[in-house]
């Protein structure tokens, strides 16, 4: 089972499947605005992880990507 975060169970599919951002306009605030920065179109979930990580900030980049994939901010795709 997947660890939860405020009742959000963290992404644990292939860290191989694609990103693509849905919205223009980043719709979050403070330290998730900027994980949130860190997507582009076509990069993979370990690269969306390794980004936050190289800000220092990796923590929460697998319930960013449930959280944000659940909201249609984000696709994931094959």
């Known amino acids: 089972m997947a660890k939860k975060l405020w ?8 860290q191989s ?6 919205v223009s306009e ?6 998730a605005a900027i994980r949130f920065a860190q997507y582009r179109t ?7 992880i390794e980004a936050c ?4 900030i990796p923590n929460y980049a697998l319930f960013d ?3 944000d994939n ?3 901010f984000i696709e ?3």
Do not use: C, F, H, Q
Request: net charge positive.
């Open 70 to 72: 659940d909201r249609r």
């Open 53 to 56: 990580g190289a800000l220092g």
């Open 7 to 14: 009742g959000i169970p963290a992404y644990d599919g292939s």
């Open 76 to 78: 994931l795709y094959d």
């Open 17 to 22: 499947r694609r990103i693509r951002k849905i």
């Open 42 to 48: 076509g990069m993979t979930v370990r690269g969306y």
């Open 65 to 67: 990507i449930t959280w």
């Open 26 to 31: 980043n719709p979050k605030r403070g330290k």
